[in-house]
């Protein structure tokens, strides 16, 4: 079986370590831009080049004539490449948890609204709800000032992140029957 001489090794190595270092941080920047969360589909494209890399770096360590040294590159690609994935990870995790709805954040972080607000609609079933339930739920409404009385209650969303590009505002929109209760809601987008 031929092997592959210390040299090539180590320039397979810090290839395969620059492509590591680029990959992940473009995928951190596309995670944090385009607010990515946690799935399947997203772990999976986040941890698929790792594990070609560790495939790779496995085949290379094999292939040596001097497997000591060629393991303990391996095992230094490994870590970096491990620290690096945990970059765009991390950044999905904490995106994660801006879409799950808190009373205090919607109250305190208006602009991340857009990111809460189907969580919210999701867990609470708002049609049928009184008035002063609602302002419980949500706070105040952006609109009208004095949300005691009129037929609805408007929410402001900010920006949803979908919509980054060609920005729009979005509110989130609560008509009241005459029993002072929702009787439905609707997302209007307005440029």
């Keep these: 079986m031929r092997t592959w001489s210390k040299g090539a090794v180590m320039a397979a190595t810090i290839i395969i370590g620059v492509f590591v270092i680029v990959f992940y941080r473009a995928a951190a920047s596309f995670v944090d831009r385009y607010y990515v969360t946690p799935s399947w589909?997203?772990?999976?494209?986040?941890?698929?080049?790792?594990?070609?890399?560790?495939?790779?770096?496995?085949?290379a360590a094999y292939r040596t004539n001097e497997p000591k040294s060629s393991w303990l590159s391996l095992a230094l690609i490994v870590i970096i490449a491990?620290?690096?994935?945990?970059?765009?990870?991390?950044?999905?995790?904490k995106n994660g948890q801006d879409y799950h709805f808190e009373?205090?954040?919607?109250?305190?972080?208006?602009?991340?609204?857009?990111?809460?607000?189907?969580?919210?609609?999701?867990?609470?079933?708002?049609?049928?709800?009184?008035?002063?339930?609602?302002?419980d739920l949500l706070g105040a409404p952006s609109s009208p000032a004095d949300y005691r009385t009129g037929d609805e209650?408007?929410?402001?969303?900010?920006?949803?992140?979908?919509?980054?590009?060609?920005?729009?505002?979005?509110?989130?929109?609560?008509?009241?029957?005459?029993?002072?209760?929702?009787?439905h809601y609707e997302i209007k987008r307005s440029q």
């Design 41 to 59: 589909d997203s772990v999976l494209f986040l941890a698929c080049p790792f594990l070609a890399v560790c495939a790779l770096l496995c085949y």
């Design 82 to 93: 491990a620290v690096w994935a945990a970059v765009p990870f991390s950044l999905m995790m």
């Design 103 to 135: 009373y205090n954040r919607w109250v305190s972080e208006p602009g991340k609204r857009s990111l809460m607000v189907d969580n919210m609609l999701r867990r609470y079933e708002l049609e049928g709800m009184p008035r002063m339930d609602v302002v």
């Design 153 to 183: 209650l408007v929410y402001s969303l900010g920006i949803k992140p979908a919509d980054w590009e060609h920005p729009v505002q979005a509110s989130l929109v609560l008509y009241l029957d005459g029993d002072d209760q929702v009787d």
